[in-house]
C-alpha cells in the first residue's frame, strides 16, 4: 500500500516537473520570438506633452494651509 502512494507520487512529481520544464522552454522560446519580432514590427511611441498649469501664489498658501490644519 506504501509502495503504491510512493510509485503514485513520483508520477505525479515527474508529471508536474515535466510541465514546468516544458513551460519554462515555451516562454522563454516566445520571449526571443516576440523579441525579434519587435525588432522588425516596432511599436510607435506616442510622445506625451507634460502641460503643467501655473498655480498663483494664494493657491499655494492654501493648500500649505489646509495641508497643515489636516496634520493636526
Not at 5 to 31: D, K
Not at 44 to 60: G, H, L, P, Y
Request: charged share 15%.
Amino acid at each position: 500500500m506504501l509502495n503504491n502512494g510512493l510509485a503514485l507520487m513520483a508520477t505525479g512529481m515527474g508529471t508536474v516537473f515535466s510541465f514546468l520544464i516544458i513551460l519554462w522552454f515555451a516562454v522563454s522560446l516566445m520571449g526571443k520570438i516576440v523579441g525579434y519580432l519587435n525588432k522588425i514590427f516596432p511599436e510607435k511611441v506616442e510622445t506625451v506633452k507634460n502641460t503643467v498649469k501655473q498655480i498663483s501664489n494664494d493657491v499655494e498658501v492654501a493648500i500649505a494651509i489646509a495641508a497643515a490644519k489636516i496634520g493636526k
